[in-house]
């Protein structure tokens, strides 16, 4: 737009400052653009007036100023030789009987794939459309739709479970949905549902596939309560591992696998589970590629969990890489990180430290490791687990030039 034209300030969107396409009015009786508005409601969680400051709940009415669009559509039509390109006229909000209508579609064979690519278009348009399919109960439909296509044919895939998938990335199953699959008696069996996706071949597309299946289970999980933790299963267990070994997955998908593998690491019998599938050795591996940040946070917290039983430390000896690549990321990504390698090397330092293990630690440099951790400005915690792994082993690695000279040393940090 040229600067020389004076654009009317009642024109302009106090949020976006650009001139207003879809003008509606707020219960404060201050008028915005429709996109920015519900941004701010929807998408960032506001809920006051960014012009009064008074509350503005996401659920108040936000009303349409026909006046007002025209004087700013004839506005344009004005200065269309100035290149000001006329506003054009919105489409109608997205109401809750037009989804129910695309929900009844699905029923019908001819209609289903048309139904569920019209409701994935309706809900990246804008926040005001995801708002009025999730208050349709779009995402608790979708996941029966899914588990509809489960029961009616495990050794294939149904047509629309891809479209299913998508639409459950924009619009995320909420608490309440869960809390109804739960009281339904469902929720195990949806949960088979997405865990036989996991197993499926979908062409192409199957890594994005695959990894919005992820994102739906992990959703589920983490809105569920503990009950639904305690009674996953060894195959979801193995389908997760599968998943990460096979590298069939995004990053997004491998992070939201690893957030589901944590969040069932609380209770025992689950960590044993896990174990049994290999979930230990592709933690590992899952490491050796040099992974980023928050992936290698959440395999070594994953692997604090799964070295505390027996199992889980003899898997993690057996990699032939495992001491090198823990001893690696000390010091090197995150306090965090650093936190749980201690803690897994005390485990091991404990439990399973033969003489082959305490040479090898000396060999990758896990002492070296664990030397400069004391002189770090870690928490005191920390410095004291790698000084009791140092002093415990201390008469094995003390003849060896890698290990500092044992009377000073222990002087210094007593």
Request: net charge positive; charged share 25%.
């Amino acid at each position: 737009m040229d600067n020389e034209i004076e654009v009317p300030q009642y024109f302009i969107c106090p949020i976006s400052l650009q001139i207003m396409k879809d003008p509606v009015t707020a219960i404060t009786g201050i008028t915005y653009d429709r996109e920015s508005i519900e941004k701010w409601l929807f998408k960032n969680k506001n809920t006051t007036c960014p012009v009064t400051k008074m509350p503005l709940p996401n659920d108040s009415d936000l009303t349409p100023n026909h006046t007002l669009r025209r004087l700013i559509q004839a506005w344009c039509t004005q200065n269309s030789s100035l290149g000001i390109d006329r506003i054009p006229t919105p489409k109608p909000p997205l109401n809750k009987v037009q989804v129910l209508k695309l929900l009844k579609d699905l029923k019908d064979p001819r209609l289903k794939i048309k139904s569920l690519r019209q409701l994935e278009l309706l809900a990246t348009e804008n926040e005001r459309n995801k708002k009025c399919l999730l208050d349709s109960g779009v995402p608790k439909a979708m996941i029966m739709f899914m588990l509809d296509c489960y029961k009616k044919g495990i050794n294939q895939i149904g047509e629309g479970i891809e479209e299913a998938l998508s639409l459950l990335q924009f619009v995320k199953v909420s608490s309440e949905d869960v809390k109804i699959l739960m009281s339904e008696n469902v929720f195990d069996l949806v949960l088979d549902s997405l865990t036989w996706l996991l197993g499926c071949d979908f062409s192409e597309n199957s890594a994005t596939v695959k990894s919005q299946a992820v994102l739906v289970i992990k959703n589920l999980i983490q809105r569920g309560d503990s009950s639904v933790i305690q009674r996953l299963k060894f195959e979801f267990f193995e389908k997760i591992v599968k998943v990460l070994r096979n590298g069939v997955v995004t990053q997004q998908g491998i992070s939201g696998a690893l957030k589901v593998l944590l969040s069932a690491c609380a209770y025992g019998r689950n960590r044993i589970m896990m174990v049994e599938c290999g979930a230990v050795f592709e933690m590992i591996e899952i490491e050796m590629r040099t992974p980023e940040k928050i992936i290698t946070e959440l395999t070594m917290s994953i692997l604090f969990h799964l070295c505390s039983c027996a199992s889980g430390r003899a898997q993690f000896l057996c990699h032939k890489g495992s001491m090198a690549v823990l001893t690696e990321r000390i010091l090197k990504v995150s306090a965090a990180v650093d936190d749980r390698a201690i803690i897994i090397l005390s485990l091991i330092s404990k439990f399973s430290a033969t003489n082959l293990v305490l040479q090898e630690m000396l060999k990758v440099g896990t002492v070296a490791k664990l030397c400069l951790v004391l002189q770090s400005d870690h928490a005191k915690y920390i410095k004291e687990k790698a000084m009791e792994i140092i002093k415990n082993h201390s008469q094995v690695w003390r003849n060896s030039p890698c290990f500092p000279d044992k009377s000073s040393f222990f002087g210094k940090f007593a």
